[in-house]
């Protein structure tokens, strides 16, 4: 036999094992593993001392670097679709893999007036390897209330 038709001869038993599912499984880990994400959820609503409404998000670095430095352009909508307020939301640092809680007083806003927010985009996201495109690649939007958060 010719070592090109032992080659063939390898290449052929191995297709034939991965075809009949004889080749070594994928540990669950390798295929159950998260995506990196950025997960940011609205919380809470409720009256602030200023006489408007404050919102609270819990939000969870899971992109694998701490970010020094995440501000997201806010979009809010009131009850009947119109845009109610254009906005910054700076979120501050952010530690890898651990969660935080950020507030944030919207004045001369009733939380009665919000039907949406909508994240329209990441304007600063600072860190080791961290840009603003990572974030919002990575942005997963959630709410614990009746107030959707789009993005």
């Given at each position: 036999?010719?070592?090109?038709?032992?080659?063939?001869?390898?290449?052929?038993a191995?297709?034939?094992?991965?075809?009949l599912?004889?080749?070594?499984?994928?540990?669950?880990?390798?295929?159950?593993?998260?995506?990196?994400?950025?997960?940011?959820?609205?919380?809470?609503?409720?009256?602030?001392?200023?006489?408007?409404?404050?919102?609270?998000?819990?939000?969870?670095?899971?992109?694998?670097?701490?970010?020094?430095?995440?501000?997201?352009e806010?979009?809010?909508?009131?009850?009947?679709?119109?845009?109610?307020?254009?906005?910054?939301?700076?979120?501050?640092?952010?530690?890898?893999?651990?969660?935080?809680?950020?507030?944030?007083?919207?004045?001369?806003?009733?939380?009665?007036?919000?039907g949406?927010?909508?994240?329209?985009?990441?304007?600063?996201?600072?860190?080791?390897?961290?840009?603003?495109?990572?974030?919002?690649?990575?942005?997963?939007?959630?709410?614990?209330?009746?107030?959707?958060?789009?993005?």
């Amino acid at each position: 036999m010719t070592a090109q038709s032992r080659t063939i001869s390898r290449l052929v038993a191995a297709l034939g094992i991965a075809v009949l599912g004889l080749a070594p499984p994928v540990s669950a880990q390798e295929t159950d593993a998260p995506a990196p994400n950025l997960s940011l959820s609205l919380n809470t609503v409720g009256a602030s001392e200023a006489g408007g409404c404050r919102l609270t998000f819990v939000i969870r670095n899971d992109l694998g670097a701490e970010i020094e430095s995440l501000v997201a352009e806010a979009v809010l909508f009131d009850a009947d679709g119109r845009v109610a307020r254009l906005t910054l939301f700076d979120f501050g640092t952010l530690p890898a893999n651990r969660p935080r809680v950020r507030q944030f007083d919207l004045s001369g806003l009733s939380c009665d007036g919000i039907g949406e927010v909508l994240v329209n985009g990441i304007g600063t996201c600072e860190g080791d390897g961290m840009t603003p495109d990572a974030c919002l690649n990575g942005l997963r939007l959630s709410s614990e209330i009746g107030i959707e958060v789009t993005g």
